[in-house]
């Protein structure tokens, strides 16, 4: 059974950091391109962060240079390093998993991250 199961999530104050990590099971993520989706109430889920097999980075425009999209290939995960959180980054963050140019692809649970003082 395929399984992407995101942790490290939770509260932080303005200005902290949080590390999202993704681990696999039953699949390995060295063969998928992946990203972190995130979906702020009230929101359509956004695109934050991927990182193909190369591995090349892509971010979205609100998180560049804030946070760090990487992979661990011995750990089978990957990782979400987020720096100066804002208010903004509030939201279900999501691991997302596909197989490079075919349309297969796994979500993950989703995990809250909260940014409140």
């Known amino acids: 059974q395929v399984q992407l199961v995101e942790s490290g999530g939770g509260l932080v104050e303005p200005g902290g950091s949080l590390r999202l990590s993704c681990r696999g099971s039953?699949?390995?993520?060295?063969?998928?391109?992946m990203a972190w989706y995130r979906q702020a109430p009230g929101k359509d889920r956004e695109l934050v962060a991927l990182?193909?097999?190369?591995?090349?980075?892509e971010y979205a425009d609100s998180v560049k240079g804030r946070f760090t999209i990487s992979r661990d290939n011995r750990k089978n995960t990957v990782y979400l390093q987020m720096n100066s959180i804002v208010p903004d980054d509030t939201g279900i963050y999501y691991c997302?998993?596909?197989?490079?140019?075919?349309?297969?692809?796994?979500w993950g649970q989703g995990i809250q991250v909260t940014v409140s003082s």
């Open positions: 990182i193909g097999l190369s591995p090349r980075t």
């Open positions: 039953g699949i390995i993520l060295s063969s998928f391109n």
């Open positions: 997302y998993a596909k197989v490079p140019r075919t349309d297969s692809h796994s």
